[in-house]
């Protein structure tokens, strides 16, 4: 099993910037991909992001291109999502996930984390 802890979550005005952070322990080696999700209330599940193991080749849904940033330490079998230039719009929870699956991006993530709130006020 892999457990998936995220923090760094909270509130921002507009244009700010909040980094998030998911921390894996278990057997974290089984991971080879790890993304962000968002949901915000009433939406379903969103993809924001994803990032393979060696970090090259991060995946981002339109909406977040050039103002987030995925990136990994594998040392530390944490997983970063920078979010710049914050909108009302990317209010949400943010879940982190996790995949051994060999494809990339994966079809489906195996673990999840909790989530975090982000929140930005206009």
């Known amino acids: 099993q892999v457990q998936l802890v995220e923090s760094g979550g909270g509130l921002v005005q507009t244009g700010g910037s909040l980094r998030l952070s998911c921390a894996a322990s278990?057997?974290?080696?089984?991971?080879?991909?790890m993304g962000w999700f968002r949901q915000a209330p009433g939406k379903v599940r969103e993809f924001v992001a994803a990032?393979?193991?060696?970090?090259?080749?991060?995946r981002y849904t339109d909406s977040v291109k050039g103002r987030f940033t995925i990136s990994r330490d594998n040392a530390k079998n944490t997983v970063y999502l920078q979010m710049n230039v914050l909108k009302p719009e990317d209010t949400a929870v943010y879940y982190c996930?996790?995949?051994?699956?060999?494809?990339?991006?994966?079809?489906?993530?195996?673990?999840w984390g909790q989530g975090t709130q982000v929140t930005v006020s206009s």
């Open positions: 996930a996790a995949s051994g699956a060999d494809d990339y991006p994966p079809g489906e993530y195996r673990y």
């Open positions: 990032i393979g193991w060696s970090g090259s080749s991060p």
């Open positions: 278990g057997r974290t080696f089984s991971i080879l991909t």
